[in-house]
């Protein structure tokens, strides 16, 4: 393996794809501050070490009580161009040249927002980025799994007006008790206008097996986002091997929700020849963007040069590209090897 400079020098370049990146989990203290002050909004905590020090989470629930309330100091359009400007900037400084970012309009519609006002700002921020940055972006519209599937198919009728905007539809948020089940004639629905599907299978949840069944069997969805729990289930891993289908993993962020990075799973799963992706997922809450996840799980893992490449080229397989597109983004990984002295992966 490089040493530690080189390897991180290595992943920053790697060209990528981050398809695995909530816009409300970039919202960094000095940002949630600045909003704050234009909006008005008195705040709890006074410093950005104050705001820090309350990110004490052991679990996903745990994570998204700290979570949710920091979004109200996103109000206006404005707002929420500023928050996926940001991002979008970090990104391209760490390697990535296409993304597919969730949003959560429900946590916003839910305190008065209007829902123009999150997906206007976001769709601002994405064409600029096409413009300023070479940044490829695209949106995924998550629905709330704690909230009704009636709240989330009257979100997704709300969604319509802009579904050229939108390249697909997610399912996030508290696991327990909310399975995949529960959203099955949203999603059926959803597809049938033509939106792609992914959901969250988070890491180590109650029934997390038999929800990763019911996204394959009942839902039909065209990706996974975290679903390593799979690795319990041969014959299902069999077939996301057969359908081509990517998992979307976040080794920092499983390092916060659970006790570890769960570096065994993904990498076993890499190794089987799964189309597994790395993530940074809430990276303002989790302290790493996406390339400092690639730099992470090597370090932890071990990972050679060439399955950092087989990473990036994943990137793009399981990403929602054309294959056109994909073709030519993984040229110019393989290229970046090559330059690098690295060989592909065969
Ligand atoms: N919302 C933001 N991050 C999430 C995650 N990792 N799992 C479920 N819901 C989320
Ligand atoms: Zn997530």
């Not at 009704?148 to 050229?164: I, K, N």
């Not at 949840?205 to 729990?229: A, K, Y």
């Not at 793009?316 to 690295?342: D, H, M, N």
């Amino acid at each position: 393996m490089t040493a530690p400079e080189a390897l991180t020098s290595f992943a920053y370049g790697l060209p990528k794809a981050e398809l695995h990146l909530h816009l409300e989990g970039t919202l960094e203290p000095e940002l949630k501050f600045a909003l704050a002050e234009r909006n008005g909004i008195p705040l709890a905590q006074k410093t950005v070490e104050e705001v820090k020090a309350s990110y004490d989470f052991t679990d996903l629930t745990s994570f998204l009580a700290v979570y949710y309330p920091a979004m109200e100091v996103l109000q206006t359009a404005d707002d929420f161009h500023d928050l996926a400007w940001a991002y979008l900037r970090k990104a391209a400084s760490q390697g990535v040249v296409h993304t597919e970012m969730f949003f959560d309009p429900q946590a916003h519609t839910g305190r008065g927002v209007p829902f123009e006002n999150v997906i206007g700002g976001y769709r601002r921020a994405a064409v600029r980025a096409e413009a300023e940055l070479g940044i490829s972006a695209e949106l995924i519209l998550c629905f709330l799994r704690d909230f009704t599937a009636e709240h989330a198919m009257s979100t997704l009728m709300e969604a319509l007006p802009y579904r050229q905007w939108l390249v697909g539809v997610g399912l996030d948020s508290d696991e327990r008790d909310n399975p995949p089940s529960k959203f099955a004639a949203v999603f059926a629905r959803a597809k049938a206008e033509g939106f792609l599907l992914t959901m969250h299978c988070d890491i180590d949840q109650p029934g997390s097996i038999g929800h990763i069944r019911q996204v394959l069997t009942e839902i039909g969805v065209d990706r996974i986002d975290h679903g390593t729990n799979i690795v319990e289930d041969p014959e299902l891993v069999a077939l996301v091997k057969e359908r081509g289908l990517g998992l979307t993993c976040c080794p920092v962020s499983n390092s916060f929700v659970t006790e570890q990075m769960k570096s065994d799973e993904i990498v076993g799963l890499l190794r089987e020849g799964i189309a597994v992706t790395v993530n940074s997922d809430d990276p303002a809450y989790f302290g790493g963007y996406v390339a400092d996840n690639y730099v992470a799980l090597a370090e932890h893992a071990g990972l050679t040069d060439t399955e950092l490449v087989q990473l990036a080229i994943n990137s793009f397989t399981a990403s929602w590209l054309t294959p056109a597109r994909r073709a030519a983004y993984i040229a110019q990984v393989e290229q970046y090897a090559l330059a690098q002295g690295v060989p592909l992966p065969v």
